[in-house]
Antibody
Framework: QLQLQESGPRLVKPSETLSLTCTVS?????????WGWIRQSPGKGLEWIGSIYYGGSTYYNPSLKSRVTLSEDTSKNQFSLNLSSVTAADTAVYYCARGTIGGPRWFDPWGQGTLVTVSS | DIVMTQSPDSLAVSLGERATINCRSSQSILYNSNNKNYLAWYQQKPGQPPKLLIYWTSTRESGVPDRFSGSGSGTDFTLTISSLQPEDVAVYYC?????????FGQGTKLEIK
């Protein structure tokens, strides 16, 4: 059964860079699928951050594009999120998820999520 | 950007009754070349990540009970739970994947009356 697990610092200072890694286990090769990051601010809805495909094709939410970088390490079955110049508004639960073979499209399954707090 | 708007924001339904959640997109998410509407539905229970229920507007994900169904086309879509069960209490989200950014609706909280 495919599992995804987010990892990284839970507390980030304002103006610094938030870095998270998603480790994929128990499933098919990551080379076949798109992968994505979605966040959920406390008590709020879901915001798609971006998606990545093997080989480095990336798709970003324009609202975050200037601050987001996605990367992948297929050999380790991992993909990563860097979000620079964070503010309190970036405090959220960050999820990684698998897209589809045909495109980012829908997301399934999702990791359990990790709460990242931006605070000094 | 395509804005997704759900209604109502919250809904209370009696056990065994039908629950209907609506989702409207600010522009059509019907791709004419394949006649598919690029819409998915998710269920999120407290403390859990969202779970995919339906994609391509009406295709149930494997393992999803058949009391869940999706319908609609163009800009107006509906998620229906035919007979509400206690385990269906959750927040439900629609998501368009027609174009980036892949926006979600604001969510509909479903409770037992």
């Amino acid at each position: 059964q495919l599992q995804l697990q987010e990892s990284g610092p839970r507390l980030v200072k304002p103006s610094e860079t938030l870095s998270l890694t998603c480790t994929v286990s128990g499933g098919s090769s990551s080379r076949s699928y798109y992968w994505g990051w979605i966040r959920q601010s406390p008590g709020k809805g879901l915001e798609w951050i971006g998606s990545i495909y093997y080989g480095g094709s990336t798709y970003y939410n324009p609202s975050l594009k200037s601050r987001v970088t996605l990367s992948e390490d297929t050999s380790k079955n991992q993909f990563s999120l860097n979000l620079s110049s964070v503010t309190a508004a970036d405090t959220a639960v960050y999820y990684c998820a698998r897209g589809t073979i045909g495109g980012p499209r829908w997301f399934d399954p999702w990791g359990q999520g990790t709460l990242v707090t931006v605070s000094s | 950007d395509i804005v997704m708007t759900q209604s109502p924001d919250s809904l209370a339904v009696s056990l065994g009754e039908r629950a209907t959640i609506n989702c409207r997109s600010s522009q059509s998410i019907l791709y004419n070349s394949n006649n598919k509407n690029y819409l998915a539905w998710y269920q999120q229970k407290p403390g859990q990540p969202p779970k995919l229920l339906i994609y391509w507007t009406s295709t149930r994900e494997s393992g999803v009970p058949d009391r869940f169904s999706g319908s609609g086309s163009g800009t107006d879509f509906t998620l229906t739970i035919s007979s509400l069960q206690p385990e269906d209490v959750a927040v439900y989200y629609c998501q368009q994947y027609y174009s980036t950014p892949y926006n979600f609706g604001q969510g509909t909280k479903l409770e037992i009356k």
